[in-house]
């Protein structure tokens, strides 16, 4: 098996009974590669369609070396950009967010319906998921463990998914299309060239939101999130 398929379908086999992903996990790894390469060939046409013509507008190369998936909640947009090797990231597409539940702030623990607020990558791909396909979120990441650690919290939760449909409680929701479009991409890409930052607004142009979450490390969580979304200096327009 090629080393793509092992370490996809090592993150897979860790989360095949997640909310987000298929409640049957009896798949193999060769169920999972064939599945695998006949969705991603599909999507693929849709992509070169959609997205192709984007790509080539904002002058990047596509496949990208690398992608970033900004989510923002207030706003309820993912931002999708792209960068080639020595250029700065050029903004692609705006997504609409269809469904996501909470609100301002990240998450505490398991079951609280918060999206997790942070800098992220993927984990791993689910071509079964129930909700089209997903993608999964590698939350809690080492800022998690550590407050979660530093607060005596446990059980933070996971299984955080960017996936298609239009509902979704703690995970994001972009719609069948998108997310298979984003599928694609994500794999032609390489989970772990792929960044997901995760506010609670468009940090960039406006301070924080703040909700009924609210631990006392939030303002230097969202010092951080800001501090990455410095890379990304384009402004978007959100229509």
Same mark, same amino acid.
Request: hydrophobic letters at 40%; proline letters at 6%.
């Given at each position: 098996?090629?080393?793509? !398929?092992?370490?996809?379908? %090592?993150? *897979? /086999? ?11 996990? #009896? ?34 190369? !596509?496949?990208?070396?690398? %992608?970033? *998936? /900004? ?11 792209? #960068? ?156």
């Amino acid at each position: 098996m090629k080393l793509k !398929y092992k370490i996809m379908m %090592m993150g *897979l /086999l860790t989360t095949l009974i997640a909310g987000c992903v298929s409640r049957q996990p #009896q798949y193999s790894a060769r169920e999972y590669r064939d599945v695998m390469h006949k969705k991603v060939n599909h999507f693929d046409k849709m992509v070169k369609k959609d997205l192709e013509p984007e790509f080539k507008e904002a002058h990047v190369d !596509y496949p990208p070396k690398k %992608m970033a *998936l /900004l989510i923002f909640k207030d706003e309820r947009i993912m931002e999708l950009w792209a #960068q080639n090797p020595d250029q700065p990231w050029k903004l692609i597409k705006n997504i609409h967010v269809l469904g996501a539940s909470g609100g301002p702030g990240p998450k505490l623990r398991e079951g609280d319906r918060q999206v997790p607020e942070g800098v992220y990558h993927i984990s791993a791909l689910n071509p079964f998921s129930k909700y089209d396909v997903s993608m999964r979120i590698d939350y809690p990441n080492s800022f998690d463990l550590e407050r979660a650690h530093h607060d005596g919290r446990y059980q933070l939760g996971g299984d955080i998914y960017i996936h298609g449909g239009h509902f979704s409680i703690g995970c994001i929701a972009v719609g069948n299309k998108l997310a298979e479009e984003l599928f694609a991409m994500v794999y032609h890409v390489g989970l772990k060239n792929v960044t997901v930052v995760i506010a609670p607004n468009d940090l960039r142009h406006a301070p924080p939101v703040i909700g009924d979450v609210h631990p006392s490390w939030l303002m230097v969580l969202n010092n951080h999130i800001k501090r990455r979304l410095q890379a990304f200096s384009q402004n978007s327009v959100y229509s």
